[in-house]
């Protein structure tokens, strides 16, 4: 968070005004779908850490959790690429000349928002497993990394559409590497099960 900061006069120096504003309208949307985070992100911790070390119980509690965020980061990432077009013409009222880079730059948004949003499944089994120095130690790696090539590619090509890109990659780069230190809980082998039960610790914490 606080490269960020440091990066943002940088940022708005190469974009420009108006190719910063489109950037803000998208940081800003992506900062109000963090809600949906619905506490999952503080409870997860402590229910990951009270069953102990024994594998096939983390294993049910990382997949319980890893699917409850995967649904609702889906679902809000449906209805959002549904209602961009409408929310930028519309609600935002963009001039008319940023209309198509605003709802692409969002459009992109939208998919680092769901990578960012079910990596807090990892996040929370991490710290669940006091693993919190060497996660901390990635994120500084990769926001480090992040900025620095954005930074690069910001040089050559100044638009706020790269921006987002450049992000998104590295999103996506961050979740798959945390799936790839989680490979032995086989996350992906879901079963129908398995999403009820997601579905109950979602609703119960309703």
């Known amino acids: ?24 309208i998208c940081i800003t949307v992506q900062s109000f779908l963090n809600i949906f985070d619905a ?7 402590r229910d990951v850490a009270k069953v102990g070390l024994e594998l096939k119980l983390r294993t049910e509690k990382l997949k319980q959790f890893w699917m409850a965020y995967a ?3 889906s679902i809000v990432f449906c209805v959002c690429q549904s209602f961009i077009p409408v929310l930028v013409s519309g609600w935002l009222n963009v001039p008319k000349e940023y209309e198509t880079e605003a709802v692409w730059v969002l ?20 710290y669940g ?31 706020s559409i790269v921006y987002m890109l450049s992000l998104t990659v590295f999103s996506i780069a961050e979740y798959a590497y945390n799936s790839f230190l989680l490979k032995e809980y086989r996350v ?9 039960a997601a579905l109950r610790v979602l609703f119960s914490e309703l």
């Open 71 to 73: 649904l609702i980061g």
């Open 107 to 126: 459009r992109i948004g939208v998919v680092q928002f769901w990578f960012q949003f079910v990596n807090g499944a990892h996040v929370g089994f991490f």
């Open 39 to 45: 506490g999952l992100s503080q409870i997860m911790p």
């Open 129 to 159: 497993v006091d693993q919190q120095k060497n996660l901390n130690i990635r994120s500084c790696i990769f926001a480090i990394a992040k900025h620095f090539f954005t930074f690069l590619v910001l040089m050559y090509s100044p638009k």
């Open 188 to 196: 992906c082998k879901m079963v129908i099960s398995d999403w009820i």
């Open 1 to 24: 968070g606080f490269l960020s900061l440091m990066m943002m006069p940088i940022y708005l120096r190469l974009l420009g005004s108006a190719e910063w504003g489109v950037v803000a």
